[in-house]
Structure formats: structure tokens, C-alpha cells
């Protein structure tokens, strides 16, 4: 990607912000390149890790808290089957084979008070339409709450025959300090099995292993990248700033079957997402739907869900 395709315009962060109940949320999105969350301020406290500059590096990493559609993480050599049509994830005569179509495109955003809204309409001769070769709108809202943002997403499918989707976030959270004061906790029973972080379609349970995140563990000599399944009832999961006496609570719908805890050691941030399905879904329809996470939205159908990023203090 040219440093041309992230200009000033494309990267314009739209700020907007509310006080509720005595508590200031600010939050910033760059509407024109993936609807991406750049910011979530809570009474002063930056929570979200954002740099232009990795964008814009040779390596072209996103930060701050984007959209992964309609194929969360990887997908080997970015081709699937679908009902007897092989499909190539391309986008500009480009193969893109992880992270989904979107993360770079133009949204329309609708900004009303302490709410935005960003739409993106994939139509035939929309760059994404290339590669998911499906008529619809996919839309975002992000509303400030107390201490927080609500985050809800809907797809809806408006061609003429299903459409395979899934929908994942990628929230980079700061690691303002030291690491050994920061702790995560990922409420899931079970990891999946990878293969060059790719799921085999095979999970076990992580009782026992160095992925057991479920009481919560320190990111001092962490590192982990893996997807985690079947969620302690409606727990959720956490990131815990013990220096700040301030705790992350990532709640979800049950839309969002997977997560996924991304800590590379010496980083200044760690990555806790949503996700609807699994790394390679679409590759793992033969696989239990509850390790896959595949999913079909029908013609008029829609796919929705939301997400909750809450602070609250320590006690």
C-alpha cells in the first residue's frame, strides 16, 4: 500500500465527546479508512494504542481498533469455496489474505451528539466487492456511555443469494506503564489447535496450559496469540491496569463466539477481540460450527451484534 492511499484526508480523525453522570469519554474515528477507532478517552486516561506511523511503515500495521469483514484474521492464499463457487479475496488486482476487505476503506459516517454512526455500502465496482462478491451495507455505531462506548455492528445482505460473514474487532489496548502491572483475562474454556496461526479445526480445553487466561494473568513474559472458544457464561474479559486501579471489561453478545488474546512481549500495547467466527472460517465448514463460527446470512437477512468497552475501578 502507497503512503499515497493513508493521505491527510483518508486519516482525519473525527472527535467526538460527552460528560455522563460526572465521567468525560472522548472518543476519536477515522471514518475514511475503515471506520477505524483511534481513540477512547475515560476521564483523561487514553485506553486505545494508536500510531500513525506503523500505518504508514513498511509493514502497513494498523492500530487503534478496526474492523475485520467479512474475514476475521487469515485466510491461506485468501481463497475459499462457497457453494460450489471458488472465491478469491482480491481487492485491486491485490490478494489479500488476512484482516478482511475493509480496514482501509471509506465509510460514510453520521455523526449526532455522543453517537456516530459509519456505513459502507458494497456494491458491483466497490473496491471490496472483488473479493466478497455479495451485495450489502455494513454499518457501525458507536455510541459514549458512562465510562465507556457501545459498539454495534449490523451487515445486511441485500443480493439475491447467502453470503458467508463474519465480523471481528481489533482493539489495540495501551500498555501505559509497566507490564508486570498489567494483567488479562480471557474467559473461555477452550483454545483452538494452530497451525502457522492457522486453527486446524481442532479445540482443547485450556485447563492446565500456559492459555489458561481465565482468572486473569500478568503481561509480564506473555506471549500469546491465540483464539479462544466456549465463554463462561456472559463473563467478560479484561484488561486490568493494577498501577492505574482502573480495569477494561470487554462485554459481548453471543454473536461474538471467539476472541482472540494478541500479547507480543516488549510491545506498549495487547490486543483482547471479538470476533464472530473463527481465523479461516470459511475454510472450516466441515469443522463444528461452534470451533468454526461460519456463518450464512440469507438474502434480506442480517447479521448483527454489539460490543461494550467499559472501565471500571478496581476494588
Not at 493521505?7 to 471506520?35: D, K, S, T, Y
Not at 457501545?150 to 465480523?167: I, K, L, M
Amino acid at each position: 500500500m502507497s503512503e499515497e492511499r493513508f493521505c491527510a484526508e483518508a486519516l482525519e480523525v473525527r472527535r467526538f465527546e460527552a460528560n455522563i453522570n460526572g465521567h468525560q469519554v472522548v472518543a476519536g474515528v477515522q471514518p475514511r479508512c475503515g471506520a477505524t477507532l483511534t481513540s477512547l478517552k475515560v476521564d483523561g486516561q487514553e485506553y486505545v494504542y494508536y500510531d500513525e506511523a506503523l500505518l504508514r511503515g513498511p509493514e502497513e500495521m494498523f492500530t487503534g481498533c478496526f474492523i475485520m469483514f467479512p474475514t476475521p484474521c487469515r485466510i491461506p492464499e485468501g481463497t475459499y469455496e462457497f457453494q460450489g463457487r471458488t472465491i478469491r479475496q482480491n481487492k485491486a488486482g491485490r490478494l489479500i489474505i488476512i484482516h478482511g476487505l475493509v480496514r482501509d476503506e471509506a465509510f460514510e459516517p453520521e455523526l449526532k451528539g455522543d453517537e456516530m454512526r459509519c456505513r459502507l455500502e458494497i456494491t458491483p465496482g466497490h473496491p471490496a466487492y472483488e473479493g466478497f462478491p455479495f451485495p450489502g451495507e455494513l454499518s457501525v455505531t458507536m455510541k459514549l456511555v458512562e465510562r465507556g462506548l457501545h459498539y454495534s455492528f449490523c451487515f445486511e445482505n441485500r443480493g439475491d443469494s447467502p453470503a458467508p460473514v463474519g465480523f471481528g474487532l481489533h482493539p489495540f489496548w495501551r500498555v501505559p506503564g509497566r507490564r508486570e502491572d498489567v494483567y488479562v483475562r480471557v474467559p473461555c474454556e477452550r483454545t483452538l489447535l494452530m497451525e502457522n496461526l492457522i486453527p486446524t479445526g481442532v479445540a482443547e480445553p485450556v485447563e492446565g496450559t500456559q492459555l489458561d487466561l481465565r482468572e486473569g494473568r500478568c503481561l509480564e513474559g506473555m506471549d500469546v496469540d491465540n483464539v479462544f472458544i466456549d465463554r463462561i457464561g456472559d463473563e467478560p474479559a479484561t484488561v486490568e491496569y493494577r498501577d492505574l486501579g482502573k480495569r477494561m471489561t470487554l462485554r459481548a453478545d453471543e454473536v461474538f463466539s471467539h476472541q482472540i488474546c494478541y500479547a507480543p512481549p516488549d510491545k506498549p500495547f495487547v490486543c483482547v477481540e471479538n470476533l464472530t467466527c473463527a481465523p479461516n472460517a470459511v475454510n472450516l465448514q466441515w469443522a463444528p460450527p461452534e470451533v468454526s463460527g461460519f456463518r450464512v446470512v440469507g438474502p434480506g437477512e442480517s447479521l448483527s451484534g454489539t460490543t461494550r468497552f467499559i472501565v471500571e475501578d478496581l476494588s
